[in-house]
């Protein structure tokens, strides 16, 4: 009993913390895109402050503007992180039955088959995140060499198809248990600083998309970071958000001018 009522407890604490990211709704030509925002301690509309953008998976997809926070909104929340790495962290929703990235999904198998349309027109969130994200760029507050993205899943997906779309706009990105048709790789800057992870026992989505995009970055001349974990199925995003040199290696980079 008391182990059920600690955890309880714990459940409600981080519930209640995750309040600390304010719902927001950006609306555009009468669609919507939901999204939390944390901004940092102490914030001042007379700092700068870097911008990362956190891709959920396709489990948290919904218009209750929280699931979204389920994978690691946690992590930024931490006071240790919020002092050392004072961001302002946003994490958007992906409505039921679309997709950050342009892909087309076969279920009938594991792991799943996925025929990425990359290059096509964005989907309806991609649209809503590419306008959100110049949106948030444009503040006084934003750092503008020092934007990010990352996602898991659904979303590292929609990580590599963004940077496509905006290949000038971020300094990093990570991208975990994810994948992307490598030919979009030719948009990346020169150079580019990503970190790719992926669990070897995926069997969602096959970790063979992820060392396709490193092995393609690198061979084009960008900086692609892979790390694979033996002992991890499709949940590897716990192992990235673990990893104690993420958050120092993402807000190390800032956007090179000569992209």
Same mark, same amino acid.
């Given at each position: 009993? @008391?182990?059920?009522?600690?955890?309880?407890?714990?459940?409600?604490?981080?519930?209640?913390?995750?309040e600390l990211y304010e719902r927001k709704e950006f609306i555009s030509e009468g669609d919507t895109l939901r999204y939390r925002i944390l901004y940092p301690e102490g914030f001042t509309?007379?700092?700068?402050?870097?911008? !990362?953008?956190? @891709?959920?998976?396709?489990?948290?997809?919904?218009?209750?503007?929280?699931?979204?926070?389920?994978?690691?909104?946690?992590?930024?929340?931490?006071?240790?992180?919020?002092?050392?790495?004072?961001?302002?962290?946003?994490?958007?929703?992906v409505e039921p039955d679309d997709y950050w990235a342009r892909v087309e999904v076969e279920r009938d198998t594991f792991p799943l088959q996925f025929n990425f349309r990359n290059t096509?027109?964005?989907?309806?969130?991609?649209?809503? @995140?590419?306008? !959100?994200?110049?949106?948030?760029?444009?503040?006084?507050?934003?750092?503008?060499?020092?934007?990010?993205?990352?996602? !898991?899943?659904?979303?590292?997906?929609?990580?590599?198809?963004? !940077?496509?779309?905006?290949?000038?706009?971020?300094?990093?990105?990570?991208?975990?248990?994810?994948?992307?048709?490598?030919?979009?790789?030719?948009?990346?800057?020169?150079?580019?600083?990503?970190?790719?992870?992926?669990?070897?026992?995926?069997?969602?989505?096959?970790?063979?998309?992820?060392?396709?995009?490193?092995?393609?970055?690198?061979?084009?001349?960008?900086?692609?970071?892979?790390?694979?974990?033996?002992?991890?199925?499709?949940?590897?995003?716990?192992?990235?958000?673990?990893?104690?040199? @993420?958050?120092?290696?993402?807000?190390?980079?800032?956007?090179?001018?000569?992209?």
């Open positions: 009993m @008391l182990i059920i009522a600690f955890l309880t407890l714990q459940f409600s604490a981080e519930a209640q913390n995750r509309d007379a700092g700068k402050y870097p911008l !990362l953008f956190v @891709l959920h998976g396709a489990g948290e997809r919904g218009r209750d503007n929280e699931a979204q926070l389920v994978h690691g909104s946690n992590l930024f929340l931490k006071d240790s992180i919020r002092k050392k790495f004072p961001a302002i962290v946003v994490f958007p929703q096509g027109n964005p989907t309806k969130a991609m649209r809503l @995140l590419l306008q !959100l994200s110049d949106e948030l760029a444009a503040k006084k507050y934003t750092d503008k060499d020092r934007i990010y993205v990352g996602g !898991l899943s659904m979303g590292g997906m929609g990580t590599y198809e963004i !940077l496509y779309r905006k290949p000038e706009f971020f300094a990093a990105a990570f991208a975990i248990c994810g994948g992307a048709d490598p030919a979009i790789v030719e948009k990346y800057p020169t150079g580019f600083p990503i970190w790719i992870f992926h669990g070897e026992k995926d069997d969602v989505v096959p970790p063979a998309l992820s060392k396709s995009m490193a092995r393609e970055i690198n061979s084009l001349g960008g900086n692609a970071k892979l790390s694979l974990y033996p002992n991890d199925n499709h949940n590897s995003w716990d192992s990235a958000f673990s990893e104690p040199y @993420l958050l120092p290696w993402l807000f190390s980079n800032k956007r090179n001018h000569s992209f």
